[in-house]
Every structure is written in C-alpha cells, then in structure tokens.
C-alpha cells in the first residue's frame, strides 16, 4: 500500500523557514513525480511545487516562486520542500502527492496518490 508520512510543519513568523518533508512508505519513490499541494478551509486544493521523477524538471506557482524550493532525496525515499521568506498569506494546509510519470504538473488530477498534510502557519 503506498502511503506517504509528511513532517515539517508548523509555526514560524513572517519572514521565516521551514522545511516540510514526505517520506514514502510501501514503495519506492524512483519511479514517481512528485507535487506539493495546498488548501486552507473553503478554497480549492492548488499546487505549489512539484519535481520529475529524476529530479531534473521542476514547476512552481507564481506565488512561491524565487521562495521555495523542491527537491527528492530518491535514496532516503524521500521528498522535501524548502520554504524561505514566508509570508502570512501562505498558511495552509500543505500535501505531497504522487503519480507515476516521468515529467509533473500542478494540476491535483495529475495524481492518485496523497498524504495526510501538515500544517504550516505564518503568524506573528
């Protein structure tokens, strides 16, 4: 069964870091894009960052771009999401999901399988 255990979440100040991760559990990440996903209360799900499968493609919504950074460690099954300079406006609700492709994009249809979520907030 594949399941995915997310960490990393959690309170920081505008301004600030925080490095979310999505350990893989039950499959290996090799053969799998990887996004990143959020969703505050009452809105849509939108993506924000999401990397190919060897790691050599990338795509980020405008909002994050320049701030975050994704990045797959395939070795420790493991995928990770560097967030710098953030700001009150991206607190959320953060997923990672996964689909088996080479390439990725930040449509949520693009993938079938999800974790649970970690929450960031941004508050002072």
């Known amino acids: 069964q594949l399941q995915f255990v997310e960490s990393g979440g959690g309170l920081v100040q505008p301004g600030g870091s925080l490095r979310p991760s999505c350990a893989a559990s039950?499959?290996?990440?090799?053969?799998?894009?990887i996004g990143w996903f959020r969703q505050a209360p009452g809105k849509e799900r939108e993506g924000v960052a999401c990397?190919?499968?060897?790691?050599?493609?990338?795509n980020y919504a405008d909002s994050v771009k320049g701030r975050f950074t994704i990045s797959r460690d395939n070795a420790r099954n493991t995928v990770y999401l560097q967030m710098n300079s953030l700001k009150p406006e991206d607190t959320d609700v953060y997923y990672c999901?996964?689909?088996?492709?080479?390439?990725?994009?930040?449509?949520?249809?693009?993938?079938?399988?999800w974790g649970q979520g970690t929450q960031v907030t941004v508050s002072s």
């Open positions: 999901a996964a689909t088996r492709s080479s390439v990725c994009g930040l449509s949520r249809e693009w993938y079938a399988y």
């Open positions: 039950g499959f290996t990440l090799d053969y799998y894009a």
């Open positions: 990397i190919g499968r060897n790691g050599g493609i990338t």
